[in-house]
T-cell receptor
Framework: ETGVTQSPTHLIKTRGQQVTLRCSSQ?????VSWYQQALGQGPQFIFQ???????GRGNFPPRFSGLQFPNYSSELNVNALELDDSALYLC?????????????FGEGSRLTVL | GQSLEQPSEVTAVEGAIVQINCTYQ??????LSWYQQHDGGAPTFLSY????GLEETGRFSSFLSRSDSYGYLLLQELQMKDSASYFC???????????FGSGTRLQVQP
């Protein structure tokens, strides 16, 4: 069983640029969610996709957008990067036979905005 | 909205027992989860309480009281490898997204 994989693991951007982060969900999982984790904080929910449709969104502006593909992999796009966007971005998948409160996280993409 | 409170840091010695508390305010949720995260690593699932009471998984146990809006994670026979951050999280009704607390950093000392 393949776990959740994310790419890239680290990247550096400058303010105003755009970034795309990628996630392959765990086999058999049809739901993907994205979280932003600032240093020393808990993950903050960005949005969730189920069968290619966004079905939940946290308190993030529209410049955070996403996609889910037919194979359930996903992308997170952030436009007009700001310094405060520097964080670890975590992808999580669910929808298999695990517990209702169980998400499977990838190792994350660490974004630094200069 | 949802908010969760947990202590920022806890220190304990190897072999001891430690309890990490979590209080929450929520308009409705399915249950309380606990996650462990080592520095530089991914959060990993530890336990989930959908109903009031105690759930035990090896050295870890988790408790939920909906009437008190309170839960805790109990770690027994602490090992050095248990040094990590621990997060409580509630699952919102209607979706699988989680709202996390700000985390408790556990330091296990020899």
């Amino acid at each position: 069983e393949t776990g959740v994989t994310q790419s890239p693991t680290h990247l550096i951007k400058t303010r105003g640029q755009q970034v795309t982060l990628r996630c392959s969900s765990q086999s058999g999982h049809n739901t993907v969610s994205w979280y932003q984790q600032a240093l020393g904080q808990g993950p903050q929910f960005i949005f969730q996709y189920y069968r290619e449709e966004e079905n939940g969104r946290g308190n993030f502006p529209p410049r955070f957008s996403g996609l889910q593909f037919p194979n359930y992999s996903s992308e997170l796009n952030v436009n007009a990067l700001e310094l405060d966007d520097s964080a670890l971005y975590l992808c999580a998948s669910s929808g298999g036979t695990g517990s209702a409160g169980e998400l499977f996280f990838g190792e994350g993409s660490r974004l630094t905005v200069l | 909205g949802q908010s969760l409170e947990q202590p920022s840091e806890v220190t304990a010695v190897e072999g001891a027992i430690v309890q990490i508390n979590c209080t929450y305010q929520t308009s409705g949720f399915y249950g309380l989860s606990w996650y462990q995260q080592h520095d530089g690593g991914a959060p990993t699932f530890l336990s989930y309480n959908a109903l009031d009471g105690l759930e035990e998984t090896g050295r870890f146990s988790s408790f939920l009281s909906r009437s008190d809006s309170y839960g805790y994670l109990l770690l027994q026979e602490l090992q050095m490898k248990d040094s990590a951050s621990y997060f409580c999280a509630v699952r919102d009704m209607g979706r699988r997204a989680l709202t996390f607390g700000s985390g408790t950093r556990l330091q296990v000392q020899p």
